[in-house]
């Protein structure tokens, strides 16, 4: 059950896998503030630090599946939106070269909601197609992985493609009906006080629960334009790349609608507002306590924890496909159900209607 990870980050996704039962053997990601982390955390995988562009498929070893998360910023709904036309966008190509030459049982890739945006309908298309240029029965859906055992709304397309002679289709599993809370998250570090760091300090204090610092500092007019404190009994608000951008502690009252994008804090809050801390940020995003983020800046803490695929989403799904894997290695090639044409142009459809 040998797996490779493309764009890995710190590896949310991976622990996900792993935790389902698949082994991570190499891992590749190019950014060097994240290295330590991923090697701290992921001990057996063999981690390649080049940029993908020059990195050859004889060079990558053999598994049976290929996963990973395609840079995104060009196809989010809050950055340029330049998608395919932008030089991260156009990674995805690279996904789909290392998927067509290495040629493993599945593959399943990750992106933002953006993607599916109407300036990206002919891009998205194409992508879609070259998947199943490649070789491979695909299917994809727009998920909250809320419905998926994390506290957290956050909404992400995910595609999973078989190998067309598997003859076999991904099915999205049902929701979970844990509908979890940043109760359930965070609420027993309510005890432990979280070490408060200006912008720009790089200086880590520790503390009893590693990496339960936050960012402290001011508010742009952006943040206060709507609401960013959610209630314990509420899921979080996503959990961005940016510390500056992170939700506040529901300790703090929900802040105080004033005009048209035009927000404040609550005077009459009885305890302060502060942004979540990379550990609660963590938390939210299902890592477990003894994933510990490696970093001499907080801004980075922040990056890799709000980059990273939420670890239950990623099991639950790994899962399926390792169920999956296991009947059609049990069914006859005859009793085994693929994706119908109709099917995929249904989607493609959608995707110009």
Known sequence: MDVLSLFSGCGGLDLGFHQAGFNIIWANEYDKSIWDTYQLNHPKTQLDKRDIRVIKSAA???GIGIIGGPPC??????????GINDSRGQLFHEYIRILREKQ?????????SGILAQRHTHAFANILYQFQDAGYQVTYQLLNVHHFEVPQDRKRVIFV???EDLGSCFQFPLYSSKNLTLRDAIYDLSSIE???LKFGNTKLASNIITNHEYLDGSFSSIYMSRNRVRSWEQPSFTIQAGGRHAPLHPQANKMLW??????????KSSKPYRRLSVRECARIQTFPDDFIFKYSNIAN?????????PVNFARI??????ADLQNIEQSPPLLRVGCSEGAFMRRVFFLFS
Not at 258 to 267: I, N, Q, R
């Open 60 to 62: 990558i070893p053999d």
């Open 317 to 322: 799904l790994a899962s399926k496909i390792m």
């Open 258 to 267: 004033v005009a048209k994008d035009k927000w404040m804090f609550d005077p």
């Open 73 to 82: 910023q060009s196809w989010s709904e809050a950055g340029a939106g330049r």
């Open 301 to 309: 803490g922040y990056k890799m924890v709000g980059n990273a695929v």
């Open 161 to 163: 493609g078989y190998r």
């Open 104 to 112: 493993p049982l599945f593959f399943l890739a990750e992106n933002v």
């Open 194 to 196: 979280p070490i408060s």
